[in-house]
């Protein structure tokens, strides 16, 4: 099994900046990829960034240029810088991690709320 802890969330007002955290750990032998996934009230859970272990990132369309997401493969964890927030940014946030290319693990989310 393999345990991922998200922290980072909360309120910004438009514009400002959060960054969130993901540490995996437990049995991350052959740990792949790790991203970001974000699901707002009454919309399906989408991609935000995902990052491969050699440091390969894909970005929805939506938060590119705004958002980065960057790993440390030494501490097994994986951050996402958010910038320029928008109102519609705001959703809860789940980290992602695939483990052998095989099995995937979902963090418990961490509630992002833009609003002035």
């Known amino acids: 099994q393999v345990q991922l802890v998200e922290s980072g969330g909360g309120l910004v007002q438009p514009g400002g900046s959060l960054r969130l955290s993901c540490a995996a750990s437990?049995?991350?032998?052959?740990?792949?990829?790790m991203g970001w996934y974000r699901q707002a009230p009454g919309n399906q859970r989408e991609l935000v960034a995902l990052?491969?272990?050699?440091?390969?990132?894909n970005y929805a369309d939506s938060v590119k240029g705004r958002f980065t997401i960057a790993r440390d493969n030494a501490k097994n964890t994986v951050v996402l810088q958010m910038n320029s927030l928008k109102f519609e940014d705001t959703a809860v946030y789940y980290c992602?991690?695939?483990?052998?290319?095989?099995?995937?693990?979902w963090g418990q989310g961490t509630r992002v709320t833009v609003s002035s």
């Open positions: 992602n991690a695939i483990v052998q290319s095989l099995f995937e693990y």
């Open positions: 437990g049995s991350i032998f052959g740990l792949n990829a």
């Open positions: 990052i491969t272990n050699s440091g390969s990132a």
